[in-house]
C-alpha cells in the first residue's frame, strides 16, 4: 500500500462505545451540512448530510485506511436526539429556495456502529424523509434496519490484514449484508501491489452494482476550515492522483465497473 499522509486520525470503536443510550433516541452526531453528494449512484444529487461520529477503523494508519481524509473525531461528537438532529438538518436547508426535502446521507465515520440508526431511519420514513442513504464499510449490518427502497445502503469495503499471512486483503461480506447491500463502491490505487489496485474477486458474483473510484493522494495535512480541492496544487499531490484517476478509467472500460470520483474536491464544498 502506497505511503499516505494521514489526516485526522482518531480511535478505534466499537458498538460498545455508545452502550450508554442504547435504549434512548440518541445519537453521536460529528456534523449536520448541506452540499451536493459527490460520489456513488447519487453523485451531483443536493443532498443533506449528517455525519456520525467514531469508526471502527478510526485508527486508519493500522486499519488499512490510510488515506482517509475525513474528520468524524469520536471524542468531539454530540449526543443528539433524533428530533434535534431532524431540527438542525433542516436549519441548514434554509440555504436553499426549494421547499422539497432533499436526499438524506448518513455518513461517518461509520455508521452502523451506533445501533439506533435503525430507529433513526424508521424515525426518518415517519417524517416523509424521501430518500435515505447510508454510507458504510461494511464490515457490520445493524440490526433492524428498514427494508425498504426508500433507505438505500452504499458500502465501500476496505481492506484488513490476514491474522494468517500478514497480507492486505478484502473480506467477503456476510451474506445478509450482500443481501442487503444496494452498490459497492472501491477505492483505486494505480500502484502495483496495493491492495486497492483492484477490486476484489467476489464483486463478480454479488449481485449489486461495482462503483470504483480513485484515491485522492494529499501532499500535507489539511488545516482546520480548510476545504480541499483537486485545485490546490500545494494540498493534493497530483503527479500520484492523476496516475490513480487513469488507472480506475482503464479499469472501468476494461472490466465494465461504474466509474465514480470524488466530485466534490472539483466544486470546493464538504
Given at each position: ?30 456534523e449536520p451540512f448541506y452540499t451536493i453528494q459527490g460520489e456513488g449512484p447519487y453523485a451531483g444529487h443536493p443532498a ?124 467477503e461480506p456476510k451474506p445478509a449484508m450482500l443481501a442487503r447491500v444496494n452498490s459497492f463502491k472501491f477505492l483505486i ?82
Amino acid at each position: 500500500m502506497g505511503e499516505h499522509v494521514i489526516q485526522n486520525p482518531d480511535i478505534n470503536v466499537g458498538p460498545g462505545s455508545y452502550k450508554g443510550f442504547a435504549n434512548d433516541e440518541l445519537l453521536v452526531v460529528g456534523e449536520p451540512f448541506y452540499t451536493i453528494q459527490g460520489e456513488g449512484p447519487y453523485a451531483g444529487h443536493p443532498a443533506l448530510f449528517v455525519r456520525l461520529a467514531g469508526c471502527n477503523r478510526g485508527a486508519k494508519d493500522s486499519m488499512g485506511c490510510a488515506f482517509c481524509d475525513t474528520a468524524f473525531q469520536f471524542n468531539l461528537g454530540r449526543v443528539l436526539t433524533f428530533n434535534q438532529i431532524e431540527l438542525e438538518l433542516l436549519d441548514r436547508l434554509q440555504v436553499s429556495v426549494t421547499s422539497k426535502r432533499p436526499m438524506l446521507v448518513i455518513t461517518g465515520g461509520e455508521p452502523i456502529m451506533q445501533n439506533n440508526l435503525a430507529a433513526f431511519c424508521h424515525y426518518l420514513l415517519m417524517h416523509k424523509w424521501p430518500l435515505i442513504q447510508i454510507e458504510s464499510n461494511g464490515d457490520r449490518l445493524v440490526p433492524g434496519l428498514p427494508e425498504t427502497d426508500s433507505v438505500r445502503l452504499v458500502v465501500s469495503p476496505k481492506v484488513s490484514r490476514n491474522p494468517t499471512t500478514g497480507e492486505w486483503e478484502y473480506r467477503e461480506p456476510k451474506p445478509a449484508m450482500l443481501a442487503r447491500v444496494n452498490s459497492f463502491k472501491f477505492l483505486i490505487e494505480a500502484i502495483a501491489g496495493s491492495p486497492y489496485n483492484m477490486p476484489p474477486r467476489w464483486t463478480d458474483t454479488c449481485g449489486s452494482p461495482v462503483y470504483i473510484s480513485p484515491i485522492t493522494h494529499y501532499a500535507r495535512p489539511v488545516v482546520a476550515g480548510e476545504h480541499p480541492t483537486l485545485w490546490n496544487h500545494r494540498l493534493v499531490d497530483v503527479p500520484r492522483t492523476r496516475a490513480n484517476y487513469t488507472y480506475a478509467a482503464e479499469l472501468a472500460m476494461r472490466y465494465g465497473y461504474r466509474l465514480s470520483h470524488q466530485s466534490h474536491l472539483l466544486w470546493g464544498v464538504p
